[in-house]
């Protein structure tokens, strides 16, 4: 008893010596919001990304070292919507920390400050995994990320008000560079207006909207249900009467399906960043639209 | 869009018109009209970003279904285990053929900011509805603290707390059958606490009433106090970028009174005394940069050694003896599960138990208890399952199980477990 007393004090003291960290510890769950934290907080935050551009956010393990991080964290950032439904409940509730639940200052999803696109009109299972909430990849339209840095900021701000006047001439710089790279990838963009694309899973949509380009399928044949040979086997028909001129796929997702697709019906496919860090160039939020628009472009020429 | 076109009309009107004051007019209109567009978008996020609560203010309600063919060799109402004390859990192999299983309906919601609330109970298919876990639980604790009320599954070892429709296999391990009766749920209290450092740990107690085995089936003793007491902690993280693992120990300590069994050579036995049960459990899972949409691996085990010391009573002919009992016994289970493509997942498991030492004081000698005589049941388990959404998983499950001394039991299951309404969040 003597010596698992000893081993509690011992490990309790070597928790409380742990260095002091920085000001806002943020908890993102998805890489786009840890990149968006860390423009807004610079050198005042320090940012955990629950996720990589490898991992389909929808499913996520609540593993015990998100656990952990979860219950150091002031701020979480999801993008909501039902996104993260199979795993940040959990975290939430197994993490023992009121600064992070639901309705608590610390609790931000992106997606609430953003119109969003395709809430459903009929919620069914049988639909696939839907998001009564709409969808919730709210990321992939550049002017979404311009609506809610300013509501983080200053969320932020809140949070941590000895930094806030970091945060706010942080995020207005951020603003500015982000509202002139929008003028920029704009022109850019104007190819790829009315051009038919065939998607693996809905999560492209804002893009797809905000660019004016037009969605004439999906790998999936219903949301989170992964592609099967006879729905590819319709796809392939439905591009030789109506071909589509580019595939597109994240990281996260097997390119076996896209490549299928790609050989029979002689459209490019894709693979397109997604998010922060889903390819070497995506290493920002500038880097992301940058080499997603390079990438199609070249792709649609 | 609007404010293009509107000011491209109105420049053309306004070159035609050449007057000052129309083109005043125009601007204002466009003003107004430009208004009015940043209104409706406005509006438009507003009510897009409605709270999604769960189901505005009705709990998140949530359904499992299940059912069920099994084909046994060995008839089921000669089960045991032998060498082990019966639980008189719901232990045994189930009903021959089709049957519908234990139906389960969960409701849970947050109450207020303070607390959460989750009742699940169960419904089994001949009669009533049994409470499985009804719950309170604290959201507004700080330094990592929460506190939960009412019955819920222990947190002794690993499998005990997660929900049978979520196990790997149709049936509890061998080891969770003899030393928690399947799954040991208290009515009690339990305090956790997770450690503020990079790697998880987490230190919990609970205290119960000890209404399960193996406090005692006789729906817990009769007393103001604490009968049941659990301490356990955990501990966990990540080896690279796509392993995870978790690690823990815990000790239940209970004070069974007048714990009764009937050995199936026909006669009433009861047990008092102390029994002190360890576990040390372990779970690794793995997928490709933890993604285990494609493939995944999970490599689950858990060691069991008890302690039980006291006095047992033997009633073979009405005149009961009562003499001093000492045990110590162990098992494990070691199972691994591979989704080797989407959708697809096949599993094995072994399980050993060891009856260990057992002594008996007179006036009560070994003979009286032929179901305590020393054995090691054993037991292979394969299973494949198919689960072509997050909601629906069909088993086909094939055992050869020695839990009975004389006899080979070959298990063969099919089965369906479905889940309808809310969407679940499962444990690690």
Known sequence: MKTILRFVVALSSAVIALPATAALNVFACEPEWAALAQELGGDRVSVYSATTALQD?????????????????????????????????LLLTQSGNPRIQLGSPGYFEASQQVARLEIPKAIDRALGDIHPGGNPHVHTDPRNIARIAPVLMERMAQLDPANAESYRSRGKSFLERWQAAIARWEQQAVPLKGVPVVVYHKDFSYFINWTGMR???????????????????????????????????????????AEFLSSRANIPAVMVPF???????????FGLFDDTLARLLVAVK | MALAVAAALGLSHAAAAQTQDELRTLREQVRQLDKRVTEAEQAAIQASSRPTGENAMNPAVSVILNGIYSNLSQDRNGFRINGFTPTLGDVGPGKRGLSLGESELALAANIDHNFRGTLIASISPEDGIGVEEGYIQTLALSYGFTIKAGRFFSGVGYQNQIHAHAWDFTDAPLANKVFLGNQLNEDGIQLKWVAPTSFYWDVGVEAGRGRQFPAGPAGGRNKNGVSSGNVFTHVGGDFGTGTAWQTGVSYLSTSPQDRTFDDPAGTSNSFTGQSRLWVLDGILKWAPNFNPTYTNFKLQGEYFRRRENGDLTFDATGAAQTGGFTSTQSGFYLQGVYQFVPMWRVGYRYDKLNSGATDFSAPLNAANFPILARYNPTKHTVMVDWSPSEFSRIRLQAASDKSRSDVTDHQVYLQYIVSLGAHGAHKF
Not at chain 1, 228 to 244: F, G, N, V, W
Request: proline share 13%; with cysteine; charged share 25%.
């Open chain 1, 215 to 257: 969605e004439a399928g999906s790998l999936e044949p219903k949301p989170g249900i992964p592609p099967t040979p006879s729905h590819l086997a319709e796809l392939i028909d439905q591009m030789k009467r109506a071909p589509a001129k580019v595939i597109v796929y994240s990281p996260y997702n097997s390119p076996q399906a």
């Open chain 1, 57 to 89: 956010p929808h499913r996520i393990e609540a593993r015990p070292s998100l656990i952990a991080r979860v219950r150091s964290a002031d701020l979480l950032i999801c993008s909501g919507s039902e996104l993260e439904i199979g795993w940040i409940p």
């Open chain 1, 275 to 285: 998010t922060v860090g889903g390819t070497d160039k995506a290493k920002d939020l």
